[in-house]
Antibody, heavy 119, light 112 residues
Framework: QVTLRESGPALVKPTQTLTLTCTFS??????????VSWIRQPPGKALEWLAR???????YYSTSLKTRLTISKDTSKNQVVLTMTNMDPVDTATYYC???????????WGQGTTVTVSS | DIVMTQSPDSLAVSLGERATINCKSS????????????LAWYQQKPGQPPKLLIY???TRKSGVPDRFSGSGSGTDFTLTISSLQAEDVAIYYC?????????FGQGTKVEI
């Protein structure tokens, strides 16, 4: 059974750096064709794709956020980490991680973690 | 970036009736070498993460009821719910994974 779980702080202050961890099970990020993405959703708004890391360590980022984002993986721990610098109240959202296998869409999602940016 | 535009933003459909959601991409998401459209549809209910319904524009994910179907190619796509059930009340999103950055539509809210 494939599962993903997001973890990180619920509250961060403006200008701080956010670090989120996606811990997964049921698949390996060393398997060809496997990818993990981060997606966020501000309250009452649409989904926004943020970043993706592939089995071969290729990394891709949102155009508007790429200067603030870093994605990495630790295959020994089955984890993917996203950092976002210079947090602002507009970054308040639920952050999800999700798996892609062989580019068949985002087929399994975590439950999400809610992050509020406020002083 | 590829812009995904859904229509309508919301629709109300009677139980048992058909619901149709459209999605238009600002450029083609059809990969000519394998003739696949890199387009997916998701369903999101309140307080839940999105759930994949359809990928490759028309391939239903295992376990998804067959009243959900996807169609279209190139830049124009449709998600159809053939006979709306109460549990289908949700927001539906289209998503292109043809090229990074991946992008989503703005969502379509389906109500009874």
């Amino acid at each position: 059974q494939v599962t993903l779980r997001e973890s990180g702080p619920a509250l961060v202050k403006p200008t701080q750096t956010l670090t989120l961890t996606c811990t997964f099970s049921g698949f390996s990020l060393t398997t060809s064709g496997m990818c993990v993405s981060w997606i966020r959703q501000p309250p009452g708004k649409a989904l926004e794709w943020l970043a993706r890391i592939d089995w071969d360590d290729d990394k891709y980022y949102s155009t508007s956020l790429k200067t603030r984002l870093t994605i990495s993986k630790d295959t020994s721990k089955n984890q993917v980490v996203l950092t976002m610098t210079n947090m602002d109240p507009v970054d308040t959202a639920t952050y999800y991680c999700a798996r892609t296998r062989l580019l068949n869409g985002l087929d399994v999602w975590g439950q999400g973690t809610t992050v509020t940016v406020s002083s | 970036d590829i812009v995904m535009t859904q229509s309508p933003d919301s629709l109300a459909v009677s139980l048992g009736e058909r619901a149709t959601i459209n999605c238009k991409s600002s450029q083609s998401v059809l990969y000519s070498s394998n003739n696949k459209n890199y387009l997916a549809w998701y369903q999101q209910k309140p307080g839940q993460p999105p759930k994949l319904l359809i990928y490759w524009a028309s391939t239903r994910k295992s376990g998804v009821p067959d009243r959900f179907s996807g169609s279209g190619s190139g830049t124009d796509f449709t998600l159809t719910i053939s006979s709306l059930q109460a549990e289908d009340v949700a927001i539906y999103y289209c998503h292109q994974y043809y090229t990074t950055p991946w992008t989503f539509g703005q969502g379509t809210k389906v109500e009874i």
